[in-house]
């Protein structure tokens, strides 16, 4: 490597630790202002902090819900509502043998986690507004619950509060419970937003079908947050039961659940800082303006109005100045073929051939058969190019190989075992990568995050060491960014690696997606339409790069209308036209053939 690759990582690191000192001021004041409040001696303005941290400990958990992997879960109220009622009734005594208080806090968050769960299991299936109703409608259940149990809750009359007893007894004494579990609540999911399985959060909210490719499998990770989610409201509940001292059906409120849900939409979506904020202001707002409580439900949605209109990213984006930062005009992306053997990992010589293989498939969609008896063969060490009229099925094939579309007959094998159709998370498994269309990227992330989302089958730790960042989950962060940034200078774009990728040019885009299918050190890589809309000289040097991969060993399918590039670049050849192959063979035998002349190239 030379001294100029060297030293581009190297600057990217050293602004990742400013950036990382910049961003822990806002944490450092809060914990100051949370530390010294009891030396203001107010038990009103304790009372009013104490409410914030329990409201947080709750929306902390939801955040990743809602504003990290983008499900609309309104009734968490109902998460609230089972934690401050396990924790009164197994102190108090009405369902078994009393409980110590701090023991049934714990079952408290043990309920919430099975019923996040409980709520979660829908989302596998139903999404936007159909979700949000499910949650509603739990809550209400909940609710109506509460009221009939009477020997347990005790109705509509109300149970006792839990009274936690030394370190944490009434006054300030609880203050500092409240103020501890809620900077715990804040640890633990800001460690999960910046492990791979946050990253995977977000990408399956705005780009579904590229974490797919990624092999990310989207119910085993929502379960795992919902469970996460709810054991947090179940102590946020149980804290709360503490706080009221006497709980009834009427402390949770649909406005308490709407709070929550505002909360994070106003602090911004993939932030903890800011709903955090969203969070305190929320609480703190009609407390301060006693004359307004009675309209907090009109201050909420107003709030969110305005934040809609002039600040869409919330507080979030208020804070983050580092992004308004001007970037560098007239950037020129230079990629270094190179650096593929340590991206892609080793020699590729040295790796055995291998072949994908499709027979007889067909597709169709209704009456229109968009694949008819397609045979197909990708073989690694080459570069296949697929051309074709528009709506001739390219991008149809791409999909079938990935795992998207299930045909309605044919196979599809890999080196002679069968390879199971619509299975598009597993893919990665078999180290098939691939790019789309339109570049699906995550635009609220940076470059580097993107092209991390990739490696995401890489890491080795789980779930539960990732919230505790224990030594695992910190290798694989690492490790995963060792990569990326490796990614990145093989396709020219580490200088912009902290650079949110919403702010960068189309073509740069089409890069960052080829980093992220580097990422899965693929023995496959499908690209489609990877030259649309780059000048001349980036598909020249785009062409050198996927040159570059065959030799690697890489067996690349290219989706391509640029015929220069095709026939530049490609080993073989096949041409589609309404869905069967029209001509297959080398691109010189392509180039003279009569009917593809006539069909396609023109005369």
């Known amino acids: 490597m030379t001294d100029a690759t060297a030293s581009g990582p190297v600057r990217v690191g050293e602004r990742s630790l400013l950036g990382k000192l910049e961003g822990s001021v806002s944490w450092i004041l809060l914990g100051l202002v949370g530390l010294l409040l009891p030396l203001l001696d107010d038990s009103y303005i304790g009372v009013i902090a104490q409410r914030a941290y329990i409201y947080w400990i709750l929306s902390a958990g939801l955040n990743l819900v809602v504003g990290y992997a983008g499900q609309i879960a309104i009734g968490w109220v109902s998460m609230l509502t089972l934690g401050a009622y396990t924790t009164a009734a197994l102190t108090a005594g009405t369902a078994t043998d009393p409980w110590h208080p701090y023991l049934a806090l714990i079952a408290g968050g043990v309920i919430g986690a099975a019923a996040g769960v409980i709520v979660g299991l829908p989302a596998l299936r139903l999404r936007t507004f159909y979700f949000a109703m499910t949650t509603l409608g739990f809550a209400t259940i909940v609710t109506q619950v509460a009221l009939a149990w009477k020997s347990v809750t005790g109705g509509g009359v109300g149970t006792p509060g839990p009274v936690f007893p030394w370190p944490f007894d009434p006054g300030w004494g609880f203050y500092y419970f409240c103020f501890i579990l809620a900077a715990l609540a804040t640890w633990m999911t800001a460690n999960i937003a910046s492990s791979r399985f946050g990253r995977a959060l977000v990408a399956i909210r705005d780009a579904e079908v590229a974490a797919e490719a990624s092999g990310i499998a989207k119910p085993r990770l929502l379960i795992a947050v919902f469970l996460f989610a709810g054991a947090l409201g179940g102590v946020a509940g149980g804290l709360f039961a503490s706080l009221q001292s006497y709980i009834t059906p009427d402390a949770f409120t649909f406005e308490i659940s709407v709070l929550f849900f505002i909360a994070i939409l106003i602090g911004g979506r993939g932030s903890i800082l800011g709903p955090a904020l969203g969070t305190i202001i929320l609480t703190a707002l009609p407390e301060f303006a006693a004359p307004l409580v009675q309209w907090s439900t009109f201050l909420y949605a107003a709030l969110l109005l305005v934040i809609v209109l002039v600040i869409p990213g919330g507080i979030a984006d208020l804070l983050d100045y580092k992004n308004r930062r ?240 095709i026939f530049d670049i490609c080993d073989r050849v096949t041409v589609l036209n309404l869905g069967k192959t029209l001509a297959a063979g080398t691109p010189n035998e392509i180039r003279s053939h009569r009917e593809v002349v006539s069909a396609y190239l023109g005369a």
């Not at 190179?338 to 498939?361: C, E, H, N, P």
């Not at 570069?383 to 099925?393: R, T, W």
């Not at 980093?515 to 030259?531: I, N, S």
């Open 326 to 565: 001007p970037l560098e005009q007239h950037r020129e992306i230079v990629p270094r073929p190179d650096l593929l053997g340590r991206v892609l990992g080793g020699d590729g010589r040295s790796r055995g051939k291998s072949t994908i293989a499709l027979r007889d498939i067909e597709l169709h969609f209704g009456g229109v058969r968009a694949i008819d008896g397609l045979d197909l063969e990708v073989r690694s060490g080459e570069v296949h190019g697929l051309i074709g009229p528009n709506g001739s099925g390219k991008t149809t094939t791409l999909n079938v190989i990935s795992g998207y579309y299930r045909p309605n007959a044919g196979q599809m094998t890999l080196d002679g075992a069968e390879l199971p159709f619509a299975l598009p998370h597993a893919r990665a498994g078999y180290r098939i990568s691939r790019t789309f269309q339109t570049p699906r990227l995550v635009g609220a992330a940076s470059v580097l995050e993107n092209v991390m989302i990739g490696g995401t089958v890489h890491g080795h730790g789980t779930f539960t060491e990732s919230i505790l960042a224990l030594p695992r989950h910190r290798r694989d962060e690492r490790h995963l960014k060792a990569a990326a940034l490796q990614a990145l200078a093989t396709v020219g774009l580490e200088s912009l690696a902290q650079v949110r990728a919403d702010r960068l040019q189309h073509s740069e885009l089409r890069f960052i997606e080829i980093a992220r299918a580097l990422m899965l050190k693929p023995a496959f890589l499908l690209l489609d339409e990877p030259a649309a809309g780059l000048s001349a000289e980036e598909i020249r040097r785009l062409g050198n790069l996927i040159k570059a991969s065959s030799r690697e060993g890489v067996g690349v399918l290219l989706v391509e209308h640029h015929a220069d590039l």
